[in-house]
């Protein structure tokens, strides 16, 4: 039986979800509407998936996604560079450098300095670090088992295979140099009143 807070909740998404296509409609009369909801549901539903594992597990373990997602990387592929570990957890070289200090305050990491290139240097993990990231794993498993269970293996399985598709197809093409610099508002400071 579905509680009221559910209800109300989808209630608000499909409000949403209407609201969305109107404005877009508003906006630019001839949009593709099953575009936009293509790429509005992907992001929504991997940043409320996101969002729940963070408050749910991560958090109240002390730690973040962020660092989750960098630890389980390390743990994966092993001996790293930071530049390729950003790469592999899809983590901007600014917020895996915030993450790293974060972990390295923490003891669990470890970085190996090249004796011929100082510039170049390797991440693991440290005992410690291999044992958060046992704990985070087993409680995010956990948790991520709790959503998976709402669908059918099939389900499951056809919704894995097009978003491994999403993920691994190449993007379209590029906008040009005019479309990505455009910008949408000005760049003169605000003056207060």
Known sequence: MTSERQRHASGDAELYERLTR???LEIDPGADLDAMDFGLSVVRAGNRLQQDLEQQVHRPA??????FRVLF?????GDVSPMRLA???NTSPASISSV?????????????VNESDK???RLTLTPVGEEA?????TRNNRRVREWAARYTEAERAQL???????????SPHPLSERERQKPVRSRRARTTK
Do not use: N
């Open 100 to 112: 790293l200090k974060t972990l390295d305050s923490y003891g669990m990491i470890a970085r190996t």
């Open 22 to 24: 109107a404005a877009a």
């Open 133 to 137: 990231v046992a704990e985070l794993f």
């Open 160 to 170: 894995i295979q097009l978003l491994g598709r999403l993920l691994h197809e190449p």
């Open 73 to 77: 990387t390390i743990k994966s592929v």
């Open 87 to 89: 790469h592999l957890s």
């Open 119 to 121: 510039r170049a240097v």
């Open 62 to 67: 002390g730690m973040t996604w962020a660092a």
